[in-house]
């Protein structure tokens, strides 16, 4: 598949129950940005063992709203592991942010979480270490492989919803049953 003008940006990746990849199998990506050069992306719902508090505390910064210090921070993707990137609602201005959708944007520099910590950020966060990426032509050679289901994203099931229940959510939006998937594809 190379449609030079797919874009899938704002949209989920949701993996199919084929997908054995570790490190893939089983999620939903957020496309954060999808065009001839490659697509990035957030894993949505996978979390990691480190808390909002753990990273605050790593940061220096002192939250003046407790209830970000419990959440999950989520795995992002292999890519830079070693880095923080933020989904949230596109209030304020970052200085590296890229406004995705009139209700998501991503960041990826410190200020964004300098905001949420001292009250005054988005309202709306998901934070995660590393990204998702893909190479010019990679992701859809994937798709078209029926590695990949993609939908519209929809905010809530990345704000709102427990990690736990984003999978099922994505594909809702699709009209699948996650129990009437098959595991593998069949070619007429």
């Known amino acids: 598949m190379n449609i030079p003008d797919l874009n899938l940006s704002n949209h989920f990746l949701i993996a199919m129950p084929s997908m054995t990849d570790p490190v893939f199998g089983g999620t939903v990506v957020y496309l954060c940005e999808h065009n001839k050069h490659g697509a ?15 990273l605050f505390e790593r940061l220096d910064l002192k939250p003046e709203i407790s209830l970000w210090t419990t959440r999950p921070v989520m795995f992002g993707g292999p890519v830079q592991e070693d880095r923080g990137f933020v989904l949230h609602s596109p209030q304020g201005e970052f200085s590296s942010m890229l406004k995705v959708s009139d209700d998501i944007a991503f960041t990826t520099s410190r200020d964004v979480l300098e905001a949420v910590a001292s009250g005054n950020g988005p309202q709306r966060v998901l934070v995660g270490i590393g990204y998702s990426g893909w190479s010019a032509g990679q992701l859809e ?12 994203a929809d905010p809530q099931v990345i704000f709102d919803l427990p990690y736990e229940e984003r999978y099922k959510a994505a594909l809702k939006l699709l009209g699948i049953d996650p129990a009437m998937l098959a595991a593998s594809a069949g070619h007429a």
Request: glycine share 8%.
């Open 141 to 152: 050679q994937e798709i078209s492989k029926n590695g990949w289901l993609t939908v519209a």
């Open 40 to 54: 990035l992306g957030m894993v949505i719902n996978r979390p990691t063992e480190i808390k909002m508090s753990d």
